[in-house]
């Protein structure tokens, strides 16, 4: 067996030896190291030894496989190393070339819309707030006026990140983290863009949504300052041709509550696809601030009144664009993106 170990090594050696490409020394470690390769064969003879020579000639084998792949290692990168001088040979640079010219990215979409919207609204003389997309049940819920149970929370089945803390469900929350910070100060105006969660994916839906929140706190904030400025805003997005329609509807943080909408920007108010011939679109939900709303974060409603209104981001993107599926907005695909 001694004998054998030895013919295997030497024939191995000398193989690897006048091999003259990297698949030759592949096939190498295969007739020799693989699972039915020369070396692998004489080991399973190896029960048949007595127990004094066993230890021996496993040492011897563990030697010879090792120095057979030593070998095949080296060659390997000789090989390689040659390759790579025959490559370089071949190639020639024109360095006369004339570079590639790069491609300047531009801003997303929904960052233009974002930007514009905000830009009106500090022509309007609101100041803009950042608050936490990971946010806690109590300025989600609890300071909106959402007691725990309450069933309006189930319209927001959220995700939640540990007991209590969760993804935020809406920007509404920009309302009471600003208002405990800075009451009793009239007059409030502010605006609070960002990222909002909700367990919804369709084609009018995504996972993840841009809201814009506002809210204004004064003496005497009535809901005609609420129409008001909603109409100033909404033809300054879309044209001064645009009209606004208020619907009732209900958040447990406003009373009473509306949802907004625009007249179509297709079709006119006419009806047509786009507004599944209503000739309105839905683009916010608005109100006054619920007395409970404003207590809770420090203002006295016997003092101020305030509304309160909460903007699609994504809604005002796809109106304004003509975009029929919100999911392109979230694919990243330049041929898409390119035509904003
Ligand atoms: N937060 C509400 C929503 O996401 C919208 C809203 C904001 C309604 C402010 C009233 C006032 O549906």
Partial sequence: MRQKLESIRNDALK???????????????????????ELTNVLRGMGALSADERPVIGQLANEVRESIEREIEQKMSVLREAEKLAQLSRETIDVTLPGRPFQIGKRHPLTVVLDEIKEIFLGLGFEIAETPEVEVD????????F????????????FYISPGVLLRTHTSGTQPRVMEKRAPYIPLKVIGPGRVYRRDDDATHSPMFHQIEGFIIDKNISFSDLKGTLLVVVRQMFGEDRQIRLRPSFFPFTEPSA?????????????CRVCSN??????????????????????DPEEVTGFAFGLGVERVAMLKYGIDDLRLLFDNDKRFLAQF
């Fill in 15 to 37: 193989e690897i030896s006048v091999a003259s490409d990297l698949s030759q020394v592949n096939d190498i470690r295969v007739k020799f190291l693989g699972k039915k390769g």
């Fill in 138 to 145: 109590y300025y989600n819920f609890e300071a909106l006026n």
């Fill in 147 to 158: 007691p725990a149970d309450h069933p309006a929370r189930d319209m927001q089945d959220s």
């Fill in 259 to 271: 949802e907004v909408d625009v007249s179509c920007i297709m079709c006119n108010g006419a009806g």
């Fill in 278 to 299: 209503t000739g309105w679109l839905e683009i916010l939900g608005a109100g006054m601030i619920h007395p409970n709303v404003l207590k809770m974060s420090g203002y």
